[in-house]
């Protein structure tokens, strides 16, 4: 069994800043790349930016300049520093993981997802 359970969310006014977690569990081997994905109400899901194992980050225009994606090691927790929030930065926030278990293979996982909602 593998969770990823994301942490951090919550209200904050425009150029405000939050930083989510995600930090993983269960009988994990190794996890190679990660990520941060958001929903907003309405719309698809989109990616926000991407880490591999060795630390080399991808991120989304509408975010870059302004958050910045991190790890502790090759394993968990996942970090997303989010700064100068704007409204349309609002959406329910997902961690992503690709994940080597022992005995089980490579899979992709997902949190549950942490709302950030940024307004006034």
């Known amino acids: 069994q593998v969770q990823l359970v994301e942490s951090g969310g919550g209200l904050v006014q425009p150029g405000g800043s939050l930083r989510l977690s995600c930090a993983a569990s269960g009988s994990i081997f190794s996890i190679n790349d990660m990520g941060w994905y958001r929903q907003a109400p309405g719309k698809q899901r989109e990616l926000v930016a991407t880490?591999?194992?060795?630390?080399?980050?991808n991120y989304a225009e509408f975010v870059k300049g302004r958050f910045t994606i991190s790890r502790d090691n090759a394993k968990a927790p996942l970090y997303l520093q989010m700064n100068s929030l704007k409204p349309e930065d609002t959406a329910v926030y997902y961690c992503?993981?690709?994940?080597?278990?022992?005995?089980?293979?490579?899979?992709?996982?997902w949190g549950q997802g942490t709302q950030v909602t940024v307004s006034s």
């Open positions: 880490i591999t194992r060795d630390g080399t980050t």
């Open positions: 992503n993981a690709d994940i080597l278990r022992r005995l089980v293979g490579r899979d992709v996982y």
